[in-house]
């Protein structure tokens, strides 16, 4: 064993016996990549002083309605990878579930219930109005979900969500609940989403630059569909005429998550149709064979 393994061999046997096996394999891995990395690449202190500064910076920045350690987690990749992992399984043959894609950090546990056929546009916008509907079903059985939960949040024609434009949106606009009926189907009024820039300042951004990087998202509507038989799934959808559908700057569009908004016909609420269906896989516990 080198000097260098030795040394990286200390830090891992400093664990104590009460160190859990989880946090005892995510951490060995942890600092074993940690040290091959500074070793990998010559780290210079200056360089190591940079990046703790950054770090403190992260934090720093952050604060209840910004998530600033998220939105690096989402520039490197991370939050995407990490939901691609944890959702690996996949079922057999050609079924699948609505694929997964990141959170992001705007998801509000406060969101209220609506009912179906009502509107989450409650504040004044330059967008287009949409009528968005389908149907929740179970992957192996194709039978409709009653009573699935299908929490939709998405940022107004400005490309501000409600928490970050507390001047112009009232609480909770574009956000709601939806329960599915008994044959399973949803539907409610939003607006085509806008696409936007992450914030120009901050340390993201400040990475995103010196990486050349842009700092858009496409447009994007978020949808969380859970009910307690089922895997929940959170992803979002993307317009298909949006330009950043193939270049979004933390990595979450999935081809069969790209949609078409269609034109809506003899409906004076609504200029826009979109029909997205929704699969959930069984929890394993409710296999249902």
Not at 93 to 119: M, Y
Not at 266 to 273: F, H, I, V, W
Request: net charge negative; charged share 20%; with cysteine.
């Amino acid at each position: 064993m080198s000097e260098a393994q030795q040394f990286t061999q200390q830090v891992l046997d400093s664990f104590g016996p009460k160190t859990t096996p989880r946090m005892r394999e995510i951490m060995s891995s942890l600092v074993g990549h940690l040290h091959d990395f500074a070793r990998d690449v010559n780290l210079q202190y200056d360089e190591w002083e940079t990046g703790v500064k950054f770090l403190n910076s992260v934090g720093q920045a952050s604060n209840p309605t910004r998530n600033e350690g998220q939105r690096l987690s989402d520039v490197l990749g991370l939050e995407s990878l990490v939901t691609q992992i944890t959702y690996s399984v996949a079922a057999d043959g050609s079924q699948v579930s609505t694929s997964p894609t990141i959170l992001g950090p705007f998801w509000s546990p406060h969101a209220p219930f609506r009912n179906n056929g009502d509107t989450i546009v409650r504040s004044p916008h330059n967008g287009r109005t949409c009528f968005m509907h389908g149907r929740v079903t179970d992957l192996r059985s194709k039978k409709p979900i009653p009573n699935a939960v299908v929490d939709i949040w998405e940022a107004s024609s400005n490309g501000k969500y409600d928490f970050q434009d507390p001047d112009n949106q009232d609480p909770n606009n574009l956000r709601g609940k939806f329960r599915t009926d008994e044959n399973g189907n949803y539907g409610f009024y939003c607006l085509k989403p806008t696409g936007y820039s992450l914030p120009l300042e901050g340390p993201a951004y400040e990475l995103l630059q010196s990486l050349d990087r842009h700092s858009m998202r496409p447009a994007h509507i978020h949808l969380m569909i859970s009910h307690p038989d089922y895997t929940s799934v959170t992803t979002q959808l993307y317009p298909d005429d949006d330009p950043y559908t193939e270049n979004d700057t933390v990595f979450a569009v999935k081809d069969d998550l790209v949609v078409h908004f269609a034109p809506r016909q003899n409906d004076p609420k609504a200029e826009l149709d979109l029909h997205f269906d929704m699969v959930l896989e069984p929890s394993s516990s409710n296999a249902r064979l």
